[in-house]
């Protein structure tokens, strides 16, 4: 497996701005996946994050609200704009086609705690 | 579209004593089905992929079975630091989406 890590690791922000979040992994990887875990929930996927294009969102989520870069192999952000209170979640990265591994397989990162008051 | 649903919700367990967390999927073509553990406050942790009906896998404690409609989580003599909370998720060959259940919550008392 790889060490994946994020940051910030939790965070309290005001209504109305945006935060990025940051994550890294030690190792090249085919595929990264954005993540939310809202209070007493499961994980919901909002995008796949595709290396040197545009990320491809589910439903329910948008570009604009939630602007994901991949720029190489290792890399990735995910920003969370106009925050409102209803953004208070666990954002989690993962990644999968480690090299060695299975490439469906994903692996999470320690995840980012945000509140929005 | 994909689903996933577990049972219980919440278990609580005497320490060594065995039991059983279920995971029901449907799914148009499974890929694999996915177990991961959760500690508060943590990402889920990697525990088993599962391939097709019969197929078995164990770690430890944990042996973690599949039919064609649902998998069991089976924890033997479980210990206190067993207790997190146990995620099921199931991925087809469309696409390398994971949909996840909503988790079993497992509390080991002393």
């Known amino acids: 497996s790889a060490v994946i890590s994020q940051k910030p690791s939790r965070d309290i922000c005001q209504r109305g701005t945006s935060l990025t979040i940051q994550c890294q992994v030690d190792?090249?990887?085919?595929?990264m996946f954005w993540y939310r875990q809202q209070p007493g929930q499961s994980l919901t996927l909002i995008a796949t994050a595709n290396q040197g294009s545009e990320a491809t969102y589910e439903s329910g989520f948008v570009i604009d609200k939630f602007p994901i870069s991949r720029p190489n192999l290792t890399f990735s952000t995910l920003t969370v704009s106009n925050m409102s209170p209803e953004d208070s979640s666990i954002y989690l990265c993962?990644?999968?086609?480690?090299?060695?591994?299975?490439?469906?397989?994903?692996?999470f990162g320690p995840g980012t705690r945000l509140t929005v008051l | 579209e994909d689903q996933v649903t577990q049972s219980p919700e919440a278990l609580r367990l005497q320490e060594g004593e065995s039991s059983s967390l279920n995971c029901s999927y449907t799914?148009?073509?499974?890929?694999?089905l996915f177990w991961y553990r959760q500690d508060p406050g943590k990402g889920p942790e990697f525990l088993f992929t599962?391939?097709?009906a019969g197929e078995e896998k164990e770690k430890e404690r944990l042996k973690a079975t599949l039919t064609k409609k649902e998998s069991f989580l089976h924890i033997t003599a479980p210990k206190p630091e067993d207790s997190a909370t146990y995620l099921c998720?199931?991925?087809?060959?469309?696409?390398?989406?994971?949909?996840f259940g909503t988790g079993t919550r497992l509390t080991i008392i002393p």
């Open positions: 799914v148009s073509g499974l890929r694999g």
């Open positions: 599962l391939y097709s």
């Open positions: 993962s990644v999968g086609g480690l090299a060695g591994g299975r490439p469906h397989e994903q692996f």
């Open positions: 190792s090249q990887v085919t595929m």
């Open positions: 998720a199931v991925s087809n060959f469309g696409n390398e989406k994971l949909t």
